[in-house]
């Protein structure tokens, strides 16, 4: 188990990084590398050349922005995930790190590299939709944003194109009052997700003023169901509801079944973690 | 009519169980350790040789196919590769593998014509640098005639013509069916009042250490012989069958142990990997090493485990004594078939459990399927007979609405009913089953977890215990293996283990092991017995391996053999050595031989505390001083102080010519009792413990510390197989979860956070100090417990575990039909 | 496919050394050093055996390219101690029974190095969560745990 043979360019800026993709059509980028890498060793991929950004330390940071926090692309992991800015602006993604892989992964992991990663059971896209993440993307022929929910495009496919880095991901402050929750099975701690579900959940009174669902390993990608969120919207926030919002995620999603977890299985996983996590965000909304 | 079970041979332990001893009992730090603790420890993948070259193979993509046409001329041209090799030319350099089965079914090193399991080997590149390797890999062409493939154990029944894996066997994957009645099985099934019928299912796990397997192989073409360094066992008892298909005399070949990463059967013995290396190994006349890659380890290793399907019966009373027992087995072997079906013989050395069931009635189906083979794994079969008759002593008690702890106490072979034949001739040496129980039921607070359990229900919660008391036998013979074999002659029945001692001019002691490290304590084993047989301080004593040059007939660690067999070699290589120590020290002393013992380092006079010599002194006489030796011409006081025992078997019989019972085979009978509460979430079908106690009886124990080691690495071992683990094929034979991402061994967040351990010591009478095996245990008592524990949770639903693993996908299903079940009625 | 020239610092040994891009850490480390205390078991990032630090920082030396390593400094289990003196946590783990086959106890005590430098007392949970990401066949984990907590004692200065 070796990886095939690659050029290997090493950027030491961002517009190294986006000079290198421009030049080379079979680039791939190199962050770090836990996902990539092991694909690599059992040569499921060969990319013919790696850019390596991780010399890039400009984009590790952590930052207030515009009523929200700015993640670098490059911040690893366990900064994310120890962050007190992120468990003060964007509690959810620091509570979802209790469930991501384990210290050394996340040590060399980048918050960025595993949302272009795409993995249809990783749980930082999911995060990302209802958070109401925005991608800022940088080519050598500029900037753009792109937000959440339009970046996720299927298995390993986002919507940056390939001589786009991703640079920074932008993250709106949880509004005050709201609640948040989320839960995965998976096969073992630290697995990628069977089924996860996250949600943001706002209040007005005892109505549910606004709610985001979104969920992990259920399809080719993370997804929002919009069934899910209007079972909610207006409604009296009550297990009822909440329930009536899980038996809308067994029907809108259409899994696919594997040796871990059947159709079946996970049709049900979504309904009961539906429940539960909106009923953890209830608890949160203050 | 009785039942003829044969006899019990005499006793020929020497050292009696007793109080006093010094060094045997005691949690000693191991002596294995430090050179690990340090990284220099060294293992298979440690060996490196100047000028080494590394192989990879090209794992066949199809289940079972003609192989048509490899082109390798890509590859050849690759700059770095030394040599490049299809199973045609692997099959004129080499002959077939070792094989126990009868008749034999071949196998080879490279797939010949034939591949029939995904993974196998159908090229090999040996090459600078295992990337240059794998490169050539990718570069080597097959082409491939698809053949019908087996997968499902039922099926593979029924197949015939192109769906058979090996034709010259006859047109059938059926490749061993054997019947057997113990004992007046009709008639028990006659007077029965209740009978109980299951199905169950065992899944193919396998014991995936966290090493692979591998070698390092030399030719040296001026005295023409092979070394290899390889993290095998048996090397000692069967190596020189690995020259026989390397096409050189058996003097040829000197095997070299390693480290082992772990093994849990998985190393009992390597072949493919010797062999691979030393074909290439004297093709490009360099060292040459084969490591199994994470990828060949579970796919080409030749490592799985049992994969049964059971249709059982269990003959009852109305009051719960159990009469007999018949089953019906088909058990998956994959491609091949390496041990024959020495895993139901295994099975067998326990099968009625811990209760003097009467008879049994045994019908194995073993057959092939397009799957990477069965070896041997913790329990090698046995943990199978456990579960299946823990589950069906369960289904008994809930049927005849009996208290599950209850049924078993009244069947249980009572304390002074030992030795005990049980109706497949095996003995159970010794035990206390009843005591065992009651000290689970103590160490885990049953009566406390009851209530507690009951509380915990009233709020909602889905809270069960389990408790299995299970059979551990150790110490095989030979003989377990071929009273399968439908040829009818005598097979192999010694299985011995050997030491060799040496006492150094300075009074140092050397013991030479001859068999390998794989994960277990054999330095510090025999460092405590050495140290109890000499009186001598641990420190003073060095423990070395041989290789297979210089070594003794041993048959290496596996079926729980290791302690007990060599503190016999131990023993009696002590013996010859004591006496020949206590001659000279008479001498030196003047005083009688018989009067002699030894104490902390010295000869002491029993009784006179001043007169003593030191072992030290005595040594450097018996080195340089041999004419004042007490008689030069003594032939036993040759200068020096060694000698080497080869410890055979404590106790095995032959097996009935009748084929009535199988004679004693597995006979030193250790026996544990698991119990656990767990707690189910049946909507996501997760659980978890929340507490967990077992008490083990392995007879006299050496070193509690290590003994509990194993009793707790054992459970989670079995919380895999019972709840995580399986190695699967979809219907096409592709394997579904090959690497660790998938394939779902217990990280510490799935084990339990508290084993709580206790110990029984019945001793065996049959071996020294009454020591019984005690390697497998741990996994062989956690699958029932764990099953009976969620179903307990589960009452509710009225659900009935018959299959393994209980993943949360499985779980949820059972609940969701039972659910399904209960909203139809 | 060039090579290229990389220093890595390893148990405070500078080395330079040329290397192919696709060069694992684990495999510079073991063969190119020649330092075999750190074990490759599953060459794709679950089990552990290869965690060595990096910078301070426990990685996957089989998720890491030796190349990313330039610059950097790493240490093995060859770094910790000798087995005339030990390191505390070596110590413990002899003591308590955390190894059998010992393949795995090179990722476990580089793990376990890093934890205690940030949580000297670690609670049982603590040091659950801190090696939820190396596998062990042999020992169940819960000698793991008590070899650490017992290693922790030595280093505040308890026998």
Not at chain 2, 226 to 242: D, E, L
Not at chain 2, 469 to 479: K, P, Y
Not at chain 2, 664 to 688: A, L
């Given at each position: ?18 000079a290198?993709?421009?030049?080379d ?6 962050a ?9 060793n059992?040569?499921?991929?060969k990319?013919?050349?790696l ?27 366990e ?13 959810l ?5 209790h ?26 896209p ?36 390939h001589?786009e880095?991703?640079?920074?991901v ?8 709201q609640?948040?929750?989320?839960m995965e099975?998976?096969p ?34 993370a ?8 079972a ?44 539960r996590?909106?009923?953890a ?6 | ?29 191991r002596v ?55 199973g ?22 490279i ?10 080997a ?48 006859g ?26 019928k ?27 012989r092979f ?23 058996h ?8 480290l ?9 013995f390597?072949?493919k ?84 069931i ?5 019908h194995?189906?073993a ?54 034949l ?70 192999w ?23 390998p ?16 047989q ?87 006489h ?56 767990v707690e ?47 190695y699967?094929?979809?219907?096409n ?27 029984v ?38 659900i ?26 | ?14 080395y ?9 850490l ?47 400094e ?44 940030e ?12 090696l ?28």
């Amino acid at each position: 188990m070796k990886p095939a043979p690659f050029r290997y360019v090493r950027a030491r800026s961002v517009d190294d990084a986006v000079a290198a993709l421009a030049r080379d059509p079979e680039a791939k980028l190199l962050a770090g590398g836990q996902s990539l890498i092991a694909m690599m060793n059992v040569r499921a991929v060969k990319p013919e050349t790696l850019v390596d950004i991780n010399a890039l330390s400009a984009l590790d940071y952590i930052k207030v922005k515009d009523g929200g926090i700015a993640i670098g692309a490059m911040t690893r992991h366990e900064t994310v995930k120890s962050s007190p800015l992120v468990a003060e602006h964007c509690p959810l993604l620091a509570e979802a790190y209790h469930w991501i892989a384990h210290r050394a992964v996340r040590n060399r992991g980048t918050y960025g590299g595993n949302l272009c990663h795409a993995d249809p059971a990783s749980e930082n896209p999911a995060v990302a939709l209802v958070t109401g993440a925005t991608m800022v993307l940088k080519s050598a022929k500029g900037e753009r944003t792109v937000a959440a929910d339009d970046f996720f495009k299927g298995v390993y496919q986002t919507a940056a194109r390939h001589d786009e880095l991703l640079i920074e991901v932008r993250i709106p402050s949880r509004p005050k009052g709201q609640g948040w929750g989320f839960m995965e099975v998976s096969p073992r701690k630290g697995d990628f997700a069977m089924t996860a579900v996250v949600c943001t959940l706002e209040l007005a009174g005892a109505t549910v003023k606004t709610a985001r669902v979104a969920y992990a390993g259920i399809a080719d990608r993370a997804m929002r169901f919009a069934p899910v969120e209007a079972a909610l919207t207006g409604k009296p926030a009550n297990e009822a509801t909440f329930a009536a919002a899980g038996a809308a995620a067994r029907k809108a999603i259409n899994p696919s079944s594997d040796f871990h977890a059947d159709e079946a299985m996970r049709r049900d996983l979504a309904e009961t973690l539906t429940r539960r996590v909106l009923a953890a965000a209830k608890a949160r909304c203050t | 009519m009785a039942q003829n079970r044969g006899h019990i041979p005499k006793s020929r332990q020497r050292e009696k169980p007793r109080e006093g001893l010094k060094y045997i009992g005691k949690s000693m730090k191991r002596v294995e350790d430090p050179r690990i603790l340090t990284g220099r420890g060294i293992y298979a993948d440690d060996i490196n040789l100047p000028d080494m070259a590394h192989v990879a193979i090209v794992r066949s993509s199809h289940a079972h196919a003609r192989i048509k046409r490899i082109d390798t001329s890509k590859a050849e041209k690759l700059p770095g590769v030394l040599a490049v090799l299809t199973g045609a030319q692997a099959a004129e350099l080499t002959g077939p593998l070792p094989t126990w089965s009868s008749p034999p079914v071949f196998q080879r090193v490279i797939a010949h014509e034939k591949v029939r399991h995904v993974g196998e080997a159908v090229a090999a590149v040996c090459a600078e640098s295992r990337y240059i390797a794998e490169d050539a890999c990718d570069l080597i062409e097959v082409e491939y005639e698809p053949l019908p493939i087996v997968v499902d154990p039922e099926e593979a029944l029924k197949s015939r013509g192109d769906a058979v894996l090996h034709p010259d066997h006859g047109d059938t994957n059926l490749i061993l069916e054997s019947k057997f009645d113990f004992g007046p099985v009709a008639e028990d099934f006659a007077r029965a009042d209740h009978v109980v019928k299951r199905r169950l299912r065992w899944p193919r796990s396998g014991g995936t250490p966290m090493e692979t397997n591998g070698a390092t192989a030399v030719w040296d073409p001026g005295s023409q012989r092979f070394t290899i360094h390889a993290n095998t066992s048996m090397y000692n008892f069967v190596g020189w069958m690995i020259a026989d298909t390397l096409k050189v005399p058996h003097h040829k070949l000197n095997i070299v142990p390693t480290l082992a990463g772990g093994s849990f059967g998985a190393k009992l013995f390597l072949y493919k990997q010797p062999v691979m290396a030393a074909m290439f190994a004297k093709l490009v006349g360099r060292p040459v090493k084969y490591l199994e890659d994470r990828l060949d380890a579970s796919l080409n290793n030749d490592a799985h485990a049992s994969d049964r399907v059971y249709y059982v019966e269990l003959a009852c009373k109305k009051d719960g004594t159990l009469l007999s027992f018949k089953q019906r087995i088909i058990d998956d072997y994959g491609a091949y078939f390496q041990y024959g079906v020495g895993q139901h013989g295994n099975a067998l050395a326990q099968v009625v459990g811990a209760y003097a069931i009467n008879s049994v009635g045994v019908h194995v189906q073993a057959v092939l399927t397009n799957k990477n083979q069965q070896g041997a794994y913790r329990g090698f079969g046995s943990e199978v007979a456990n579960f299946v008759i823990e589950r069906l002593v369960d289904a008994a008690a809930d049927e005849l609405k009996l208290d599950r702890i209850e049924i078993r106490r009244k069947n249980f072979i009572k304390k002074d009913q030992f030795p005990f034949l049980i109706p497949t001739g095996n003995m159970y040496d010794s035990g206390d089953y009843e005591k065992v129980l009651d000290e689970t039921l103590k160490l885990l607070d049953y009566k406390g977890w009851k209530k507690k359990v009951e509380e915990m229900r009233k709020a909602g919660r889905y809270v069960g215990i389990g408790i299995a008391s299970t059979q551990e036998r150790s110490v095989f013979s030979s003989t377990e293996f071929w009273m399968w074999n439908l040829d009818g002659k005598i097979g192999w029945t010694s299985s011995p283990d050997s030491m060799s001692l040496k006492i150094d001019p300075r009074g140092r002691i050397y013991g030479t092991l001859h068999s390998p490290f794989w994960g277990n304590s054999p330095e510090t084993v025999a460092t405590q017995v050495i140290a109890e047989q000499f009186q001598v301080d641990p420190s003073n004593i060095e423990i070395t391996y041989s290789d297979s040059d210089k070594g003794l007939h041993s048959t290496g660690p596996g079926g729980s053999r290791f302690t007990v067999m060599v503190t016999g070699a131990i023993v009696g290589a002590a013996a010859i050595l004591k006496k020949k120590i206590f001659k000279i020290a008479a001498h030196m002393m003047e005083a009688n031989a018989d009067d002699l013992e030894l104490r902390d380092g010295n000869v002491v006079v029993k009784g006179a505390p001043g007169k003593k010599v030191s072992l030290q002194d005595l040594a450097f006489h018996a080195y340089y001083m041999r004419l004042s030796m007490p008689d030069p011409e003594d032939p036993e006081l040759t200068s020096g102080l060694d000698a080497t025992y080869v410890y055979d078997h404590p106790v095995t019989t032959l097996p009935d010519p009748k084929r009535e019972h199988m004679g004693i085979f597995y006979p030193i009978m250790g026996h544990m009792c698991h119990s656990m509460v767990v707690e189910v979430d049946p909507e996501t079908g997760q659980f978890k413990f929340l507490d967990y106690a077992c008490v083990h009886d392995s007879g006299v124990m050496i070193n509690p510390m290590t003994l509990e080691g194993h009793m707790r690495g054992g459970v989670v071992n079995g919380i895999g197989s019972a709840a995580s683990e399986q190695y699967f094929y979809d219907k096409n034979g592709q394997p579904t979860n090959n690497l660790f991402t998938d394939y779902i061994i217990p990280s510490i967040s799935e084990s339990p956070a508290d084993m709580k351990c206790g110990h029984v010591e019945t001793p065996s009478p049959f071996t020294e100090y009454g020591i019984k095996g005690g390697g497998e245990g741990g996994r062989m008592g956690t699958p029932p417990a764990l099953a009976q524990a969620i179903e307990d949770a589960l009452s509710p639903f009225g659900i009935k575990i018959t299959e393994l693993p209980l993943t949360q996908n499985v779980i949820r299903r059972l609940v969701r039909e039972a659910q399904a079940k209960k909203a139809a009625d | 496919m060039s090579n290229e020239k990389i220093t890595i610092t390893v148990n405070g040994k500078r080395y330079d050394k040329e290397v192919e891009p696709r060069r694992l850490l684990s495999d510079f480390i073991r063969d190119d050093l020649r330092l075999t205390g750190t074990h490759v078991g599953c060459e794709h990032g679950v089990c552990g055996s290869c965690t060595v630090l990096m910078n301070g920082k426990s990685v996957r030396s089989c998720l890491t390219f030796a190349v990313m390593a330039d610059g950097a400094e790493i240490m093995t289990i060859e770094g910790l101690g000798t087995a005339e003196n030990m390191h505390p946590l070596q110590k413990g783990f002899w003591e308590k029974h955390g190894l059998q086959c010992g393949f795995c106890t090179p990722g476990m005590l580089m793990t376990a190095v890093e934890l205690l430098k940030e949580k000297p007392r670690p609670s049982v949970d603590e040091i659950r969560e801190a090696l939820s990401g190396n596998l062990c066949r042999c020992t169940g984990y819960q000698t793991i745990v008590e070899s650490i907590q017992r290693g922790a004692e030595i280093m505040q200065g308890g026998k």
